[in-house]
């Protein structure tokens, strides 16, 4: 079982920054590619971005267009999104993901969400 633990998520006026964190454990770190996803009321749950388990590879939702930056500390366990610029359309709830791979199939884990509301 992994375990994530956000935080960082709150309000914020339009063109401003926000640090959100996602704490996992319960599995080797490095095993897990990290990822952050978004749902806003009435829409679907959609990729923010995503960083492999080596911190090496990263992907990014075509709307993010340079504003957002994920990372990764080993010695943390941490998984970040640093999101900047923000529009109001980027109010939504904001879930940790950890996933992996094992000879019984894909896993993935979720956070509990953490909201992120931008004010215009």
């Known amino acids: 079982q992994v375990q994530l633990v956000e935080s960082g998520g709150g309000l914020v006026q339009a063109g401003g920054s926000l640090r959100l964190s996602c704490a996992a454990s319960?599995?080797?770190?490095?095993?897990?590619?990290m990822g952050w996803f978004r749902q806003a009321p009435g829409k679907e749950r959609e990729v923010v971005a995503v960083?492999?388990?080596?911190?090496?590879?990263?992907r990014y939702g075509e709307f993010v267009k340079g504003r957002y930056t994920i990372s990764r500390d080993a010695a943390k366990n941490t998984v970040y999104l640093q999101m900047n610029d923000l529009k109001p359309e980027d109010t939504a709830v904001y879930y940790c993901?950890?996933?992996?791979?094992?000879?019984?199939?894909?896993?993935?884990?979720w956070g509990q969400g953490t909201q992120v509301t931008v004010s215009s």
């Open positions: 993901n950890a996933h992996y791979y094992s000879y019984s199939g894909s896993h993935d884990y």
């Open positions: 319960g599995r080797t770190f490095r095993s897990l590619s």
């Open positions: 960083i492999s388990g080596g911190g090496t590879m990263t």
